[in-house]
């Protein structure tokens, strides 16, 4: 039975992370990059598929604590058996050339017996490496494009296609295992000296944590999940990724299962407000550049994600060999949803430059051109069916928070021309903010419901309208957007959270899955802005108990489980905890300035 999904832990090194679980193991990690496959596939499938276990022998009967140093992504693990107690330290320096994991086993008391279980398997546990030793004693395992060299204080042996050691460390020892990735025809690497490494490690992201400026009643909170959205960014462009894993159901044994390794355009306008109100300008100004490069081009071919560094083609396939995490397949890589066409991303873009000259980031002279350029495609196109903010694979069909996006991007280029004395037809622009606006309220609105529905002529109801009073289409007073808060509470809401929208076949896929966090938190902005704050504060509170006992998120949850379900840790729903924080403890938090654009 694979662990629980809040049972696993992240380290990272701002390139790439792996999930490490409650019980010593290294279950998922893909090198060098977030979306390179998988050298630890454990996750999806077994021990078998690769993973590093370090732990306790016998730890099962051990009773385990772990937690973060303060401020960092430093993990230490505490297992207490009959012999004694152990800690192990988990990090991933912050990169030189390559990603290393460093690993220290520190005795506390007593003296514990230890096992290490290294299964290296490349390409997502498909590929066995060859091993052997180097000149310095490190094992060294390749195969095709990678090799991994493994350096520890202890000997290890071959056993069953797998690395194995056991020792004793009593209290007092600390013993270092440093596992380093390279390109299999580079040279080999110096082993890295793992104090000093975690010592650096430590004092990287205490110096990055310390700049957090939120100091509101949630700040732990907020913190760790700013902590968080470092992790998942890609330091060589900025770019942040939805999630670090692939495959991961929305529903325990479903199919719902989808590769989140990438950048999504649709999460820009909330992560900027995240990072610039957490004090990370830098980080904000960073993932707006790559905004920029990775939807250069023709306008009519803007892609709803793109990869780390704005790569295109994200061909989505199954990898057969993998069962699947709890047997839910198929195991997706890629992402066929890139040659969608979602017309709320155009307004998310829009806005979001918008939102960055708001702020004080310095802009960028390609900018505006570049919004032009997607306005003026937007013009033929708004009127078109497209597939909508959930990526559904069923046909097209006239969303209605796609139609509500569109407003947005007009809107937006209004107030750039009125206040940033940018230029551009701005009558024209008006006319077709009031064309979109019109259009929305006669065709979306449905008066069986007294609510907003998912799609024109539609009867289901969606979370995402709970956004319209957020980007100021509809004034939260307004007796429509009450009727559609009250439908969603009534139709959506599944023992205290949202849920996207019912999925009872008509997005052409099987149906079931957990409440989804983001939409919980955009409930609760919904009540902050109707003044309804007590019932925004204790929603918001129930959503921050999910966490982890380390902070974190994933996609969704399964109420009827009580598990966290979907791709984890989830940038959507750690930058839905930041701005909601935001909305409860500021007079202008952002649903309130968005709002105001």
Request: glycine share 8%; with cysteine.
């Amino acid at each position: 039975m694979p662990l629980r999904i809040e049972d696993y832990a992240l380290v990272g090194d701002t390139q790439t992370v792996a999930l490490v679980g409650r019980d010593g193991s290294f279950d998922w990690m893909c090198v060098p990059r977030f979306d390179s496959g998988a050298c630890f596939a454990a996750l999806l499938g077994g021990p078998e598929h690769g993973r590093w276990l370090i732990a306790p022998q016998g730890a099962d009967l051990a009773r385990t604590t772990r937690s973060y140093r303060d401020g960092t992504l430093v993990l230490e693990t505490t297992f207490t058996t009959p012999e004694g107690r152990v800690k192990v330290i988990d990090c991933m320096p912050p990169r030189d050339r390559t990603p290393d994991v460093v690993r220290i086993v520190e005795g506390l008391d007593g003296a514990v017996p230890m096992r290490m279980e290294l299964v290296a398997r490349f390409d997502y546990g498909s590929v066995l490496p060859w091993v052997r030793r180097t000149p310095d004693r490190r094992l060294r395992f390749i195969a095709g494009a990678d090799s991994l060299y493994l350096h520890t204080d202890f000997e290890t042996h071959g056993e069953n296609l797998t690395t194995v050691a056991d020792f004793t460390v009593r209290a007092g020892q600390r013993l270092h295992a440093v596992l380093s990735w390279q390109a299999s025809h580079e040279e080999l690497p110096p082993p890295p000296d793992a104090e000093k490494a975690l010592a650096d490690t430590e004092a990287w992201w205490r110096e990055w944590s310390c700049r957090c400026s939120y100091e509101g009643p949630y700040r732990d909170a907020v913190c760790s999940s700013l902590l968080v959205l470092k992790a998942l960014t890609y330091a060589p462009t900025g770019g942040i990724v939805a999630a670090p894993t692939m495959s991961l159901p929305e529903r325990l044994g479903g199919t719902r299962n989808w590769d989140y390794r990438y950048c999504w355009l649709r999460d820009a306008t909330f992560t900027l407000y995240a990072l610039t109100l957490g004090g990370y300008e830098a980080e904000a100004a960073a993932w707006r550049d790559w905004l920029l490069r990775a939807i250069a081009g023709d306008p009519a071919k803007l892609q709803i994600m793109y990869g780390l560094g704005g790569e295109r083609r994200i061909a989505e396939y199954e990898l057969d060999w993998l069962p699947g995490y709890a047997g839910s397949r198929p195991v997706r890589a890629g992402n066929a949803a890139v040659g969608q066409l979602q017309l709320d991303v155009y307004g998310e873009v829009i806005d979001a430059l918008f939102q960055t000259r708001r702020a004080g980031i310095p802009p960028d002279p390609a900018s505006w051109n570049v919004e032009r350029a997607l306005l003026d495609f937007l013009e033929g196109a708004w009127q078109k069916p497209d597939d909508g903010i959930w990526e559904t694979r069923g046909p097209r069909q006239h969303f209605t928070h796609s139609k509500v996006m569109t407003w947005v991007a007009f809107d937006r280029a209004v107030k750039s021309v009125e206040h940033a004395r940018l230029p551009g037809p701005v009558d024209r622009w008006r006319a077709l903010r009031d064309q979109i606006h019109a259009d929305v309220c006669a065709h979306g609105w449905n008066a069986n419901k007294r609510a907003f529905t998912q799609a024109y002529g539609s009867e289901h109801l969606d979370a995402s309208l709970l956004l319209m009073p957020q980007v100021g289409f509809l004034p939260v007073q307004d007796a429509r957007v009450i009727g559609t808060i009250a439908a969603i509470e009534r139709e959506l809401v599944k023992e205290g959270f949202v849920q996207r929208y019912p999925t009872r076949g008509q997005d052409g896929l099987p149906p079931g899955e957990g409440v989804f966090l983001a939409c919980s938190f955009w409930l609760a902005d919904c009540y902050a802005l109707s003044d309804r704050t007590d019932e925004a504060r204790q929603l918001f509170e129930r959503l921050i108990a999910l966490r982890n006992d380390l902070g974190l998120l994933s996609e969704e949850f399964d109420p009827a489980s009580k598990r966290l379900v979907g791709n984890f840790p989830q940038a959507f729903s750690h930058v839905g905890l930041v701005n909601t924080a935001h909305n409860l403890s500021a007079q202008t938090g952002p649903a309130l300035h968005r709002r105001q654009s």
